[in-house]
């Protein structure tokens, strides 16, 4: 019940094109989900969260859409760029502590 | 405004030897959690600190343990090591321990 199920693992986008990751949830007590985004040598950094009481987060390129009903959530990149080429992990915590990753998903943006 | 700073940044153990890893917080930040990251199992949450109390953990044998000091600086300790603790280990550090963790650049254990 606490894992969080992430896909792609891998996806590949043309650069301007739309990035789509999506995750899944067993724990109807999660009440934060935060995207991540990793570079090689570096520790993964926050993009944006959202709480289950919104449907929807925008913060520049990034949106996060929430689904409560469905216990899913994504992460859109409009206008994708090489440089979002990154590894992007969604997770989920109670209270925002503890977080429960998903497995990854390894996003190259072609130029 | 630095970041969460964690020394070493690489460190090669033999099995069976003891280790410890450094983490130093955002200026503030009173929470300090540490992740394990492996390709296999991914990001997994290891323990979390709050005033110098450890006040989570996670699924992980007791030979992983922590600590925090009244400046908020955390050390992680792994004893009797085995092959399967490398890994990239990961400190985060938040200004309550609720929202918003800031992650460092990990300390990259090989046990050989």
């Known amino acids: 019940q606490q894992q969080v199920k992430q896909s792609p693992q891998s996806l590949i986008v043309q650069k301007g094109g739309i990035s789509i990751i999506n995750c899944a949830y067993e724990?109807?007590?999660?009440?934060?989900f935060p995207w991540y985004q990793q570079f090689p040598g570096k520790g993964p950094a926050l993009l944006i969260a959202?709480?289950?009481?919104?449907s929807e987060k925008k913060e520049g390129r990034f949106t996060i859409s929430f689904n409560k009903s469905a216990k899913q959530f994504s992460l859109h990149i409009m206008d994708s760029q090489p440089g979002d080429s990154a590894t992007y992990f969604c997770?989920?915590?109670?209270?925002?502590?503890?977080?429960?990753f998903g497995a990854g998903t390894i996003l190259r943006v072609k130029s | 405004k630095a970041g969460v700073t964690q020394t070493p940044r690489y460190l090669i153990k033999t099995r069976g030897q003891q280790v410890t890893l450094s983490c130093s917080p955002i200026?503030?930040?009173?929470?300090v959690s540490w992740y394990q990251q492996t390709p296999g199992q991914g990001l997994q949450f290891l323990f979390e600190?709050?005033?110098?109390?450890?006040?989570n953990k996670g699924n992980f044998p007791g030979r992983f343990s922590g600590r925090q000091f009244s400046n908020s600086r955390s050390e992680m300790n792994v004893s009797t090591l085995e092959l399967g603790d490398s890994a990239l280990y990961l400190c985060?550090?938040?200004?309550?321990?609720?929202?918003?963790?800031?992650f460092g650049s990990g300390t990259r254990l090989t046990v050989v």
């Open positions: 600190y709050f005033s110098e109390t450890q006040r």
């Open positions: 997770a989920a915590s109670i209270n925002g502590n503890k977080l429960v």
């Open positions: 724990n109807t007590a999660f009440d934060y």
């Open positions: 985060a550090s938040s200004l309550y321990g609720d929202y918003g963790y800031t």
């Open positions: 959202i709480r289950p009481d919104v």
């Open positions: 200026s503030g930040h009173r929470s």
